[in-house]
Structures are given as structure tokens and as C-alpha cells.
């Protein structure tokens, strides 16, 4: 008898543990849905400036200015920012061509 009491209050236990972790975590879920607010995709301007330095005097100067400044909608890219770009134009690139090699790849000539 007494081996039963104790078996039922250990199940109890362990079901309560499972009742309440899953509430907790279904908190957290319901909470964590309503942090995020979403807006509709829209397309910005960007600008890319090179060479708008004006060159002071004759020499490597006066070539050209290769620095690049990117803005986002009047807003200044940081360095971070305009490496995602770049990895992201270099990853439509190697898409492109890994599609004109398979187009090539199944045409027999």
C-alpha cells in the first residue's frame, strides 16, 4: 500500500513538471510573437558615389578617388552594411552562372 501512495505521488510530480513547463514555454512563444512588428517590403534609392573628391594638385591624387560611399535612402551604409550588399550581389552571381552552366550542361550539340 504504501509503495502505491508513493508511485502516485511521484507521477504526480512528474505530470504537474510537464503541466507547467509546457504553459511556461507557451508563454514565451505568445510573447515573443507579439515583440515583432512587420511592414510592408518597399523599395529604396541607393546611391553609390566614387571619385567625389575634387583632385588638388597633379599626381596620384588627381587620377581618381576610389572611395565609395553607399547610401540607403539618405542614409549612409556602414562598412558592415555595404559587405552584406556585396556578399549578397556575389551570391546572384554565382546563381546566375551556376543556371547558365546547368542550361548549357543539358544542351547536346
Do not use: C, H
Amino acid at each position: 500500500m504504501k509503495k502505491w501512495v508513493i508511485i502516485i505521488i511521484v507521477v504526480a510530480v512528474v505530470a504537474g513538471g510537464v503541466f507547467l513547463i509546457g504553459r511556461f514555454r507557451s508563454q514565451q512563444n505568445a510573447a515573443a510573437q507579439g515583440a515583432y512588428q512587420t511592414e510592408p517590403l518597399q523599395r529604396g534609392e541607393l546611391t553609390a558615389t566614387v571619385g567625389a573628391k575634387a583632385p588638388s594638385s597633379l599626381g596620384t591624387d588627381a587620377l581618381l578617388d576610389f572611395r565609395m560611399e553607399v547610401t540607403l535612402d539618405g542614409q549612409k551604409l556602414t562598412q558592415a552594411e555595404v559587405g552584406l550588399l556585396e556578399s549578397r550581389v556575389e551570391v546572384e552571381l554565382a546563381r546566375a552562372a551556376l543556371e547558365r552552366s546547368m542550361g548549357t550542361l543539358g544542351a547536346s550539340p
